[in-house]
């Protein structure tokens, strides 16, 4: 074809042609299309892998951040017992004679528990069940009541009966013989109360 010059619309002229970067406008408009659509998949690619790499870097930091933190705190009590107020208590599921309960509280570093506040005495109700419970609280006949460290009662909840050793029943505190069998309640401090008497000393 050609144009109104005479010239032919396709007509390249032959010094271009022998230049070795020469491209005709078709093949460079190409050239630069299959450039803009490279950078376009190059910079798609990078997207995606910063995207796929945060998402890991996401998922698995808070979780070892996580396990690092659960290893530097124990639990305040030891599995089976129940905290309340900076006390571990135990609630047993065998029955045994008082002196074998205190026997097993003082196994695992604890004692029947002793009672040291009216909310205490309610959480030890609530959650001892159906069930009596011996507690550290005992006497010698025509003696007063201790604890099994040693410290007097202070008579801060009535105890019924006549008995040496005391348990908790639906109704509060009772006592009956040492070698009469109950379920039984272990307290101790939890970890973090011991650590703090420690660091007192």
């Known amino acids: ?3 109104s010059t005479g010239v032919e619309a396709n007509f390249v002229p032959v010094d271009l042609l022998a230049t070795p970067n020469y491209l005709s406008s078709k093949k460079h408009s190409i050239n630069i ?15 995606l892998i910063l995207t796929v790499l945060g998402l890991i870097t996401g998922l698995l930091v808070p979780r070892r951040k ?7 705190f124990e639990a305040a009590c030891p599995e089976s017992w129940i905290g309340f107020q900076r006390k571990c208590f135990y ?6 004679n008082w002196t074998f309960s205190q026997r097993f509280c003082d196994s695992y570093g604890a004692d029947l ?3 040291e ?12 069940g159906p069930y009596d419970h011996w507690i ?66």
């Open 1 to 3: 074809m050609h144009d």
């Open 136 to 201: 550290g609280l005992s006497r010698d006949l025509g003696q007063p009541w201790k604890w099994v460290n040693g410290t007097e009662w202070t008579n801060c909840f009535p105890i019924r009966g006549g008995g040496e050793c005391a348990y908790l029943n639906d109704k509060g505190a009772s006592s009956a013989r040492r070698y009469t069998e109950r379920k039984w309640i272990c307290s101790k401090p939890d970890i973090y109360a011991q650590i703090k008497r420690q660091n007192s000393i």
């Open 117 to 128: 506040t009216l909310l205490e005495l309610n959480f030890l109700l609530r959650y001892k």
């Open 66 to 72: 996580l396990h690092e933190s659960s290893e530097c």
């Open 91 to 96: 609630f047993s599921d065998d029955i045994k």
């Open 33 to 47: 299309n299959q450039n803009r659509i490279l950078v376009i998949l190059i910079l798609i690619l990078i997207f």
């Open 113 to 115: 528990v002793q009672i």
